[in-house]
């Protein structure tokens, strides 16, 4: 390992160490904040796909963790940090407000925009054009033309919806990202991708003992968080690249179903089952 590879890996395991530490502390504040209330706690339960009753604020808590983690992780300028904070954060608020306000049983973007043609306008319609717009912005803090503006933009949010789509079963969505991002600490993105990395982690095992969820908050904070790692670091083909890569894999999923697909496959299977109650 070269110099530089090993200053970068420091560089994500501080911002790894940083996030974890965040992310534990946030929610315990958050379990404090919603214990104190039996109506705000109820709010934040869901049940999930085996009708267990889980709570919603593991999305909160990460994204504040990454947030935070973010701002003193070393290696990152200010527009890029403005950047990495200003998406998940985005991401985070309107996930959170299709969380707690879904007004539908439509799913997918399908769903949505068959919603829309019919005259009603969703909560996952409005977090799209939200996380798109936010999206855009963390974009042009890059200073870039406008083409890559555009791309870097659609880049974020695709990459916050695409996680979100993997956030069906516990951990799926988390096991996900860090196989994305755990090899890319070695790289120039470390900085940005460490307090992903240490979030994660740090929830990982509620998440897999069924006592907690994502949701959409917690996911689209993720996948925005790798969109700007993207964006940031890798050359306009490879942005463009990537970005059609996962616009084919939303399209998909409109199609035909990821849990499917991955039970069929005795080695996602395995993956995916690794850690859970059953």
Same mark, same amino acid.
């Given at each position: 390992m070269d110099t530089s590879t090993a200053y970068r890996l420091v560089q994500g395991l501080a911002g790894a160490a940083l996030g974890a530490v965040a992310t534990r502390t946030s929610? =315990? #504040?958050? =379990?404090?904040?919603? =214990?104190?209330?039996? @109506?705000?706690?109820?709010? &934040?339960?869901?049940?999930n796909f085996r009708g267990r009753t889980v @709570? #919603?604020? !593991? /999305? $909160?808590?990460?994204?504040?963790g990454m947030c935070v983690a973010g701002m003193f992780v070393p290696g990152l300028d200010p527009r890029t940090r403005a950047a990495a904070a200003l998406a998940a954060a985005g991401a985070a608020g309107f996930g959170a407000y299709d969380d707690l306000s879904a007004n539908g049983k439509e799913r997918g973007l399908r769903g949505h925009f068959g919603a829309l043609s019919r005259g009603r306008i969703t909560t996952g319609l409005v977090k799209v054009v939200g996380i798109g717009a936010t999206g855009l912005a963390a974009a042009a803090l890059l200073r870039r033309g406008p083409v890559d503006t555009l791309v870097d933009g659609a880049l974020i949010a695709a990459g916050a919806n695409l996680v979100n789509l993997f956030d069906l079963r516990p951990g799926r969505a988390t096991k996900f990202v860090l196989f994305m991002a755990g090899p890319a600490l070695f790289s120039s993105a470390a900085p940005l991708l460490g307090p992903a990395v240490g979030a994660s982690i740090a929830l990982l $095992?509620?998440? #897999?003992? !069924?006592?907690?969820? #994502? /949701?959409?908050a917690g996911a689209n904070a993720l996948g925005a968080a790798l969109g700007v790692a993207a964006v940031a670091q890798a050359e306009r083909s490879m942005r463009v690249t990537l970005l059609g890569g996962v616009l084919a894999l939303t399209l998909a999923s409109e199609r035909t179903s990821f849990s499917r *697909? *991955?039970?069929r496959v005795p080695p996602l299977r395995g *993956?995916?089952? &690794? /850690?859970?109650?059953a």
């Open positions: 929610a =315990t #504040l958050f =379990t404090r904040l919603a =214990t104190s209330c039996d @109506s705000n706690r109820r709010k &934040w339960e869901r049940l @709570s #919603l604020r !593991e /999305g $909160p808590a990460l994204a504040v $095992p509620d998440e #897999l003992a !069924e006592r907690s969820m #994502l /949701g959409d *697909i *991955i039970d *993956i995916d089952r &690794w /850690g859970r109650c």
